[in-house]
């Protein structure tokens, strides 16, 4: 017990220094999840087309379980990741009314002129 207190500094700076790269690479990690899932969303849109959103949303789920490293799914919750495919749905919607070429890919009316 005379130990750790003779060493509490050091051990609270290990403790900072753990938890400070758990939370580094989990942003790392959600910012590379965002741009994978929104691929897989459009991949997703091409494949099944609209009024099928269900269906989508739970074969992105699928696939991003299939690629996620097992650490990752202890950090990044399902809801989290139902959040993230949600937002990139939302992506998108926004880039296929933006881009004519992107509104053709998803077989979307586009509406810029």
Known sequence: ??????????????????????????????NMLRELILSLVVGAEIDYGGGTGEIKKSEVMKQVYELLPSLSKLVISENEISNLIESAKSEMDKLASENEAAAKLLNKDSTVE
């Not at 017990?1 to 989990?26: K, P």
């Open 1 to 30: 017990m005379e130990a750790i207190f003779a060493n509490i500094d050091l051990i609270l700076a290990a403790i900072v220094v753990v938890i400070s790269a758990i939370i580094l690479a989990r942003r790392g990690q959600l």
